[in-house]
């Protein structure tokens, strides 16, 4: 097996000192209840505190050490502040912060470098435009994909998960921006993503996905209009890490291409190595029309862009999407080293092979414990799938919130996903150290065992509060969610 270059971890990790919420971390806990929102919804995931974080380890305000699998949901697929990051950082931090859209070293290296690394069609052959955040990225391909083609609406499935923004451009005034964005009435025509553990249409084979999309354009009265793209994650990543059939993203792209529509690739949460590949659409060889990136491209620092086919024909007008916070260098310089890092080092190859023995191993825990349902995934990004009863496939979002609450009392931080909360989902950084992947899959194991030497709690009890706040309210049906003053979020609505 390759080996990943090492990412600086707290080798000793996990280390409860104190179980968790200790003393300091409560009062930071406290301190934030008081001064922020109570919208927050991580820090009821995560009781902690966080005083430092190394590689693939976060040490909180008690000295308690965790393993993270969670990775900041796929931001630091190279870890926290991993060395070679710091060094670009500190070497940009004495240049420039700040500079519009005015070229820098940093800017031209970057775009240099990102080039030749875009798939298939893309790389060499495609522009990019700057945003910040995943969802501005998303926005961004939408509005391009509806200038170009002259047409409106767009495909997208069930299960997906673009971000939140939307609407700040209808708020703005100057008629321009309306003339620019696809969301001034847009028309999002949603179809069920083939999901082989939960068939939708047919048996959930691409064949029956593409059969419903020929539909929809056909039939004069299926009630879509007209559209200018379809718009898909290679792997569901909120909606719960589900794993198309392979033929899907090529009978796709056929799709679009006999239609004349643009494939907008969002490979936010996919990709930079988390499936295997620097892009998970090259497990099959697609290539995007528009390509949307974030995440683990600022490696931490908020960083966004779409890389777009440089000959989609119809030039952008200047000033076509705007922030003023697009491609900061600090960010650049950060982005240019994640690229060069997952280029050079045999970080892929490594996730390639250990993710495979990963959900094997995965597999075979699951074996030996009922209540996951399907292990699934590509590389580092795998999902495990719990249910109360795997006869009748009936999701158990209350046992994976345990899960996670219970991995974090021994030292493993792991995050849900999935429309009911359901499914824990593995997504440690690309180069965690071998020891922290054995330790961790041990405590897992250990978690599931002890939940299920535990009598099921009364609602009330399983939901008793987690400091500051009570979790997300469990699927309707399974367990009736407790009164809270505040509604909890809706069911599925994990804020990545
Ligand atoms: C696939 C995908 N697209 C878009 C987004 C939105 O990104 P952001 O939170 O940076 O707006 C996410 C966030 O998790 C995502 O996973």
Known sequence: MTDAPPSGSFLDAPRIRVAPPGPNSRRLLDAQKRLETEAVV?????????????????????????????????????????????AALA????????????????????????????????????????????????????????????RHGVIAFSGAYHGVHGGAANLTSGRRY????????????RVPFPNPYRPVLGDGSTAA?????????????????????VLVEPILGEGGYVVPPDDFLPALREFCDRHGLLLIVDEIQTGLGRTGRLWCVEHTGVSPDILCIAKTIGGGIPLSMIAYRDDLGRELPAGFHLGTYRANPLALAVGTEVLRMLRDEPILDRVRQRGATLLREFRDIAERHSAIGDVRGK??????EFVSDPVHRTPWGDR?????????????LMHTCGPYDQVLRFMAPLVIEEPLLARGLGLFEQALTVLEGQPAAPA??????????????AFPGIAPPVHTPHPPPPPGRHLP
């Open 91 to 150: 070497a940009q931090s004495r240049k420039v912060w700040h500079a519009l859209e005015v070229p820098t070293e940093a800017r031209i290296e970057f775009l240099e470098t990102l080039r030749g690394m875009l798939p298939g069609r893309l790389r060499d052959h495609a522009r990019v435009l700057f945003t910040v955040t995943g969802g501005d990225a998303v926005e961004t391909a939408v509005n391009v994909a509806e200038f170009v083609t002259r």
């Open 379 to 384: 590389g580092f990004m795998i999902g495990l």
């Open 209 to 229: 996905t593409i059969r419903y999309l020929e539909s929809l354009l056909a039939d004069p009265y299926s009630g879509v209009d007209e559209v200018a793209a």
């Open 460 to 473: 009330a009890v399983r939901h008793a509060p987690a400091h500051p706040g009570p979790e997300p309210a």
């Open 42 to 86: 991580y820090s009821r995931h995560f009781p902690i505190a966080i005083a430092e974080a190394r590689g693939s380890t976060i040490e909180d305000v008690d000295g308690n050490r965790y393993i993270d699998w969670v990775a900041g949901v796929s931001v630091l697929n190279l870890g926290h502040r991993h060395p070679r990051l710091e």
């Open 400 to 412: 994976a919130r345990e899960m996670r609450r219970q991995l974090l009392h021994t030292g493993v």
């Open 178 to 189: 309306h003339e620019t964005t696809a969301f001034h009435g847009a028309q999002v025509v």
